[in-house]
């Protein structure tokens, strides 16, 4: 059997600067954030304090040729020199993201390096019948709920929020991007290492995948109730209540670009008709879980569902471009449908990087090379599109000089968003508890 390395579904993470009309509503006192502690466990969140802070300092200064990434590595094993290699191998991949975004403020990334198979209890797993071997994963550390444009809240990863230099904004966690990387039972290949072996992956190509999911690549779509599942939602997001709780469905920024291949329906339209529970409160998450499922809105789940395992089912639509993402996989799997690009239609393209699998033996600059040698590098064109879509300042090439400095904050409005005040824990409902085998 063919034996693919797989990545984890996470995240990525953009900003809304060069949109117009994007109305971005905080909380004044309590914005809805949530931390996302394990990037193997990306559907697992925790609600934090994120109270709003000003702050003098302004970032109108995007800084070109800079790595705007500021790295903290923690390299949890003895070979010193591999360690060096990794770090390298980062410093390669946040140049490669720091010349096609334009960051106004830097980008902290808290990654580990080290063996995930003891803390995972495997190593190696049957993923929808292929033999996967686990690699790593990457997610935004903190997301927080912002009104868009079109009056749907969503969740923003914190990196994009970021690069939105509003000087008032919900407290920031320390890191933007948590990610780890597995040191075991993987053959990793780095730039100095010669030619690369047949068994080997390219350490660079793995970083790069996930520190584009850090940045909000990445789906809110699961199965939050049954294990196995069956139908898929946003995240449920119970307000508490003085008496019960108010369920909502929340999604991703990633989400909002998501369309049905077969009818054009946005996703969000979707989740628009599935989200009207919230008038009503309910004594636990189970007897949400009841009502919804037994409701006419529970068809929208299992109909998304049903997509989620056919392929060219959905797409990400951003301007002219459209992304085919990954249906394939039967039986649907979390951490690989839905968030990346469809292997099928990908594969020796220029928009090779978020398919859900690498194969072994081939390196970064080949994979560019079999994409037909793409100028801006392995940030393919419809990556880019996705990214500017979702709120990044991109660049317009590589060769550089036409780089617009956009004055982008102002459009940026802060508005009270008075519906969440809570005075307690808030949880998303994650009754199927995920057990982090590691992809
Ligand atoms: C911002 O400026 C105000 C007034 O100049 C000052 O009191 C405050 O400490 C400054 N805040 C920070 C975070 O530097
Ligand atoms: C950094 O990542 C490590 C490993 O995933 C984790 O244990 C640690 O809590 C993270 N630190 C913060 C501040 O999130
Ligand atoms: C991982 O590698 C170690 C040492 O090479 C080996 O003993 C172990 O069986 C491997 N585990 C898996 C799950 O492949
Ligand atoms: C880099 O990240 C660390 C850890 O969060 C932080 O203490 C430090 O201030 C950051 N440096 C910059 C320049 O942002
Ligand atoms: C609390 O519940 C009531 C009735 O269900 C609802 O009208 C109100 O908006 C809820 N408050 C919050 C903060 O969700
Ligand atoms: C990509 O190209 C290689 C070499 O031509 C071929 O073996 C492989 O099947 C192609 N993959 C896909 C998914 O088309
Ligand atoms: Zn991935």
Redesign the pocket.
Known sequence: MKKLIIWTKSFLIFFICNIANIVLIFANDSTLCFDR???LKPYYLERVSCPMVTENETYSNLKRDTNMFNLTF?CGINDQTLCKKVKSAFESAEKILSDTILFKQTVNV?A?FTNICAAYGACNTVNSGIETQVIGGAAP?RVMMLRDDDGVNRFYPQSLVKQLGNTNHPKYS??DI?A?FNSENVSYWFKEDGNIKYNQIDMEMVILHELVHGLGFISSLNDYMNDPPKGLTPYVIGILNTTGTNYHFIEDMFDKLMSVVSTGQSVSDIVKQMDVFGDVQYVTPESFTITFESSPQYKLATDLFSKATIPNSLSLLSGDDTIILETSLTPYNYKSSIGHFSYQEYSNTSDFLMRYSVEHGVTLQQYVAMGGNYANGPIGPKLRAFLKSLGYTVRDSTSGTQIRISTIISKTKLIILSMLIISLMNFITSPCEINGFPL
């Open positions: 502690p394990d990037p923690i808290n580990t550390s320390d890191y948590n780890i």
